[in-house]
């Protein structure tokens, strides 16, 4: 890591590029330029190797396949029927919300299970008759806490499961501790936060198996077919979830058997796999297409690399003082420039910083990268990109029941939430 600061003309222009993917990814419908996201991430990319920040070869390296093969899996698998639940009144709607799709996004990302659900929130809201906001923000909040426990809980982690070589049982046991404690305080702090909003409607049971997402029904009827619920395709699909959990447990290629469980899954369904397929988020892919270009282009200014250096000397993870200063560094930079970016960025340095200090600190190291740069995603919308896509996904939902979660409304709740979430899985880190 020893890269100096590039030329003034490269630091320049690279920074000009990265501060467009930036603003476009915070704001995709920006009035001067409102291509949206995944054009504006693409556009990073392009405008790098076009002001020859990085080469064209370059770029295609800089693209992580094992990940986009990871989000291409898990966006085909999923068990969105698994959530025909009923329950009694708003508050314990919002436990169940917390709690089912925390342990959800720990097998099937925190972007997939916010894709999939927030309609269906959205929906559930609108029958509890409360305002959505602590449901969606429930959603995005516990996707990203459960997605924490392990490498295929979001594409951040999978970063570090890569880089690092940490297999999958090593890092769930690591992180699973913080991530149930996580989740607990988390729901505390939602019920503390909205209490009075939460019973403005008096306890009645709801019933969500009225109100479903229309593709979620499609894929779980497809799935259940005339078996009933309980069918042989339904156990199937149990079946292949639980092959999928013990070959990553395994140490087998997490990519590679997330998209082997989904094909199972397709051939088990016994149809044209066109609609199934059309499920999967080809933008998102290729939004991250860009990203891996862009923060590619980014390093090669060595402003990444100046920066560390100089915060580098307080940052010694022996030492409870550096955990603080190196947690505030993740989780200041993951709300600037989006957590994947900030383990792209951060990874190695990190790493390394933490070899020199002993080969033991090395995993925690790692490990500690993960849980703040993952936790730090719900202190505000664009710190992560399932914040991101729950405000999407609500604001261009039927506008029958459709919300605009604001950037205030989100950090009102995600500050004290961040805060607290980090500290109390930190202390048990360090501990571990």
């Not at 992580?64 to 698998?77: A, K, N, R, Y």
């Not at 009923?86 to 709607?93: A, E, H």
């Not at 395994?250 to 199934?276: E, H, Q, R």
């Not at 900030?342 to 995993?363: C, D, N, Q």
Request: net charge positive.
């Amino acid at each position: 890591m020893a890269l100096e600061l590039a030329s003034t003309e490269k630091v320049v222009l690279g920074s000009i590029s990265f501060v467009i993917f930036w603003v476009l990814a915070v704001f995709p419908s920006l009035p001067l330029l409102p291509i949206g996201r995944t054009a504006g991430s693409l556009l990073g990319a392009i405008l790098m190797i076009i002001f020859k920040v990085i080469t064209p070869d370059e770029a295609y390296d800089a693209i992580d396949l094992s990940v986009l093969g990871f989000l291409f899996g898990t966006m085909v698998l999923y068990i969105a029927h698994l959530l025909s639940w009923k329950s009694k009144g708003p508050k314990d709607v919002v436990c169940r919300i917390c709690i089912i799709f925390a342990l959800l996004s720990a097998l099937f990302t925190n972007d997939t299970t916010c894709i999939v659900l927030t309609e269906f929130v959205l929906r559930t809201a609108k029958q509890s008759n409360v305002p959505p906001h602590p449901f969606l923000l429930a959603l995005a909040s516990s996707a990203n806490i459960g997605s924490a426990a392990t490498p295929i809980g979001n594409p951040q982690n999978l970063v570090i499961a890569i880089q690092s070589k940490i297999s999958f049982g090593q890092f769930l046991l690591g992180l699973l501790p913080p991530m149930l404690v996580g989740v607990t305080v988390n729901i505390s702090i939602l019920l503390c936060m909205y209490w009075r909003v939460l019973s403005s409607n008096k306890d009645e049971e709801i019933t969500t198996s009225n109100c479903p997402v229309s593709e979620v029904n499609s894929s779980s009827q497809s799935l259940e077919g005339k078996n009933g619920r309980f069918g042989w395709k339904s156990r199937c699909v149990y079946l292949v979830t639980a092959g999928m959990v013990i070959g990553l447990l395994m140490g087998l290629n997490m990519s590679w058997t997330v998209i082997t469980a989904s094909l199972l899954l397709i051939v088990i369904d016994f149809k044209d796999a066109g609609p199934c397929l059309e499920k999967v988020s080809y933008s998102l892919l290729l939004l991250f297409c860009g990203m891996f270009i862009t923060v590619e282009g980014f390093n090669k200014t060595g402003i990444p690399t100046t920066l560390w250096n100089m915060i580098k000397p307080y940052c010694k993870i022996d030492h409870v003082s550096g955990m603080v200063v190196l947690s505030v560094a993740i989780l200041v930079l993951s709300n600037l420039a989006s957590n994947v970016p900030t383990v792209l960025l951060l990874g190695g340095r990190v790493a390394a910083m933490a070899a020199a200090i002993s080969p033991h600190e090395v995993k925690k190291s790692w490990l500690i990268l993960g849980w703040v740069s993952t936790v730090a995603g719900n202190l505000s919308l664009p710190g992560s990109a399932a914040n991101l896509i729950v405000c999407e996904q609500a604001r261009l939902a039927d506008p029958s029941f459709n919300y605009t979660l604001s950037f205030w409304t989100h950090l009102k709740f995600g500050l004290p939430s961040t805060i607290i979430v980090t500290t109390i899985g930190l202390t048990l880190l360090i501990r571990g």
